[in-house]
């Protein structure tokens, strides 16, 4: 079982990013689809989460209007689009799998993150 993040990396504030996690080894089709972030000296934060057929998400607050998550279960891969992103959000970034959207503890696969940078 494999989880692959990619598309992190140094963007300026107001930039954006689309990350991408590459789901293997497990039915993609049938877990949720979630993004955490980790940031040095602070909680780990979920983000966002995409149920297994598309037809639900879920955002936190303080990313509603900016992040977009989606997934494509004929490529086995969940997207999270940052638009606007701020100084207060660098972060390793993470992709999890799970059977419902749920709190962190709930789920059973986890990429290895990739850190984001947000900086002038």
């Known amino acids: 079982v494999k989880l692959v993040e990619s598309g992190g990396g140094l963007v300026q504030p107001g930039g954006s990013l689309r990350l991408s996690c590459v789901a293997s080894?497990?039915?993609?089709?049938?877990?949720?689809i979630a993004w955490f972030r980790h940031a040095p000296g602070k909680e780990r934060e979920l983000l966002s989460c995409?149920?297994?057929?598309?037809?639900?998400?879920y955002y936190a607050d303080f990313v509603k209007g900016r992040f977009t998550t989606s997934r494509d279960n004929a490529k086995n891969t969940g997207y999270l689009q940052m638009n606007n992103l701020k100084t207060e959000e660098p972060a390793v970034y993470y992709c999890?799998?799970?059977?419902?959207?749920?709190?962190?503890?709930?789920?059973?696969?986890w990429g290895q993150g990739i850190q984001v940078t947000v900086s002038a």
């Open positions: 080894g497990f039915k993609f089709d049938d877990y949720a």
């Open positions: 995409i149920s297994p057929n598309n037809n639900n998400t």
């Open positions: 999890a799998a799970g059977l419902y959207c749920a709190g962190p503890d709930l789920y059973d696969y």
